[in-house]
């Protein structure tokens, strides 16, 4: 879909409730590709976090907080949606995850998660979602068995769950927990 100021697309990985308007939604995960400089749409009453997955990265100037440098590994980087914030591109086009939850009724925690051999994750929250950054990983839960390539995304809606990650070679999750207030 185009995004809210019309300037790129995104791609909407999940929403809650289904089928939610951009205006109503209580939270929403998308992907977008940034191919240019220049700035974010607008949230009000939302609060952002972006994880570069792709590409060299870009500077974050958000209204108000310093210049932020968003790269695949960098920390999640979390700010107000409300607040103006342009973004430029260090080299060539960028692929970005962007979490989204409205402020008055949840909050969310990002992390990325570099897996080894084995790796185990705790969840907790109301609803979860893990998206491999970097894989195929597969990930048991409960005798529930999933295999997740990369830009593949699970999600839970009955946490908490304890989660057996494991793969072949080195990989990166990026896990998602949204919370009630």
């Not at 940034?34 to 939302?46: K, Y």
């Not at 695949?72 to 103006?84: E, K, L, N, T, W």
């Not at 769950?161 to 494991?166: A, K, P, S, Y």
Request: glycine share 10%; net charge neutral.
């Amino acid at each position: 879909m185009r995004w809210k100021n019309g300037l790129g697309e995104t791609a909407e990985i999940a929403i809650a409730p289904a089928g939610s308007a951009l205006e109503r939604f209580d939270w929403r995960i998308s992907m977008a590709r940034v191919e240019a400089a220049g700035p974010f749409s607008t949230f009000a009453g939302i609060d952002r976090t972006l994880t570069v997955l792709d590409g060299a990265g870009f500077r974050l100037a958000v209204d108000g907080q310093p210049v932020a440098e968003l790269t695949p590994r960098s920390a999640p980087y979390s700010f107000p949606g409300d607040r103006a914030a342009e973004a430029t591109l260090l080299a060539g086009a960028v692929t970005d995850l962007n979490v989204m939850t409205r402020r008055d009724r949840l909050w969310h925690h990002v992390g990325r998660v570099v897996t080894g051999a084995r790796t185990s994750l705790a969840l907790s929250g109301a609803t979860a979602l893990v998206v491999c950054a970097q894989g195929p990983v597969r990930v048991a839960a409960a005798g529930a068995v999933a295999g997740l390539g990369t830009l593949d995304t699970l999600l839970i809606d009955q946490p908490p769950v304890l989660l057996d990650v494991t793969a072949a070679a080195p990989g990166q999750l990026v896990v998602i927990e949204i919370h009630r207030r």
